[in-house]
């Protein structure tokens, strides 16, 4: 079911009657409205977009709406959404250590808070709040130094007591008794959860509207070169020219730069997480723990959506390892005894790439008229329409916005690394 509306179809508006919902019910839907086009592929566009996930689709469409350049095709492989789009835990934040960082995961946030009226979608973003605990002196000095220097960057963080947590979160486990009692916590309120297919369904709609044509099913087999710059793509559909082409794969950046003829600093993992049985509401924050390496929320299904620390080992699986699985289940079961008795109900890996300093690249590469948005590690989602809005920039210039500038590809020759292994605790 979520493939077909991946593909392009989506709930009936109020016109439908109950008659025309249970006829179209009867036939998959085949008569409902699409949300965009399924277009054959032209011959030339002026951009291509390589990877039709949520970065490539809001890179379509501030392509589009901001810069006013509607030839252009985004190319998946799949289907919309069927990547590391739809592969997540959901967790929306901002609060980063460097300024670099905060000037783009801010950015992001602040289009979130305004991203289902831009689209006239519901990315059913939820400002719940995003809790990172402590279990120790270390953790405790490193939120205090964190915290501090996030609020010099004008965004929101309150470091919490045991007993301010206990009041937050009353369910959870404070207990001086257990492997790693609970020293205090950092909150970012204006952090949260968004729907995943939510969001590349919309900024799909979006791009489409403008004319953007949308192409899945569509696999790239080859970059094609001439002198110094990129001159066509070549796909399972054929050849297709282009005079920019930007590449927003995630996992597989690093097999598409190969196709160009250069290798990027990048190291693909599988990230694993996993959602429990439906249960009444009990948990209405983000909960994040890189001591116990587990993080979680509770889906408006009733859901548990449970995450921890990616696999070691490289590997372009979608599925993970099952000592990972009982590792997240003992530290949720440490902070959180009430769960101790659900049960797992599915199970799934995503591809994160991670560069050495954990942060992404975004802008230009060795090769002209070829750009590159990669090693966002596990903090795409929570960048997505910050990162789509900067690319976009990029195409459409040239050169990278002042925001993104930082995370050029030579940073790693010149020296000038921006360090973010511990922002996401969990992960890297």
Request: aromatic share 8%; hydrophobic share 40%.
């Amino acid at each position: 079911m979520q493939r077909g509306l991946g593909r392009g179809r989506m709930a009936a508006p109020a016109k439908y009657s109950f008659w025309s919902l249970l006829r179209n019910a009867g036939s998959y839907h085949q008569g409902w409205q699409r949300v965009w086009r399924q277009p054959e592929p032209k011959s030339a566009y002026e951009v291509v977009i390589i990877g039709g996930g949520g970065h490539g689709l809001a890179t379509a469409y501030y392509l589009a709406t901001v810069h006013g350049i509607t030839d252009v095709a985004v190319i998946e492989k799949g289907w919309l959404g069927g990547g590391n789009t739809g592969r997540n835990t959901t967790v929306v934040r901002s609060n980063y250590l460097y300024d670099e960082s905060s000037g783009i995961y801010e950015l992001s946030m602040k289009l979130w808070e305004g991203l289902s009226q831009e689209l006239n979608y519901n990315t059913m973003f939820s400002q719940r709040g995003v809790l990172g605990l402590s279990h120790d002196r270390h953790g405790n000095d490193e939120q205090w130094r964190r915290g501090g220097a996030i609020r010099l960057n004008g965004i929101d963080s309150e470091l919490l007591s045991v007993a301010q947590v206990k009041a937050f979160v009353p369910i959870i486990n404070t207990s001086t008794n257990i492997r790693y009692p609970l020293l205090g916590g950092m909150l970012q309120r204006r952090g949260g959860n968004a729907r995943h297919d939510a969001v590349a369904w919309g900024f799909a709609r979006g791009a489409d509207a403008h004319g953007i044509d949308i192409l899945q099913e569509t696999e790239v087999t080859g970059l094609v070169r001439k002198g110094g710059g990129i001159s066509a793509i070549e796909t399972t559909r054929g050849t297709i020219h282009a005079k920019r082409v930007g590449i927003a794969v995630a996992g597989h950046s690093g097999v598409l730069a190969g196709m160009a003829g250069f290798r990027l600093p990048i190291e693909s993992f599988p990230l694993q997480a996993l959602v429990s049985e439906p249960i009444k509401p009990v948990l209405n924050t983000v909960i994040m723990s890189g001591k116990v390496h587990v993080y979680l929320s509770q889906s408006d299904k009733g859901e548990l959506v449970i995450g921890a620390s990616r696999d070691a080992h490289n590997s372009y699986s979608q599925r993970g390892s099952f000592h990972l699985i009982e590792e997240q289940i003992a530290a949720l079961v440490e902070l959180f005894p009430l769960f101790g008795r659900l049960r797992m109900m599915r199970q799934w890996g995503g591809i994160v790439d991670v560069c050495p300093d954990a942060s992404p690249i975004v802008g230009n590469t060795p090769v002209d008229g070829l750009y590159i948005n990669c090693g966002w590690g596990t903090g795409g989602f929570k960048a997505t329409p910050g990162s789509g809005w900067v690319f976009a920039h990029t195409l459409a210039t040239g050169e990278p916005h002042p925001i993104n500038a930082p995370f050029s590809l030579n940073r790693f020759s010149s020296g000038y690394l921006i360090d973010e292994h511990g922002a996401a605790g969990v992960a890297h």
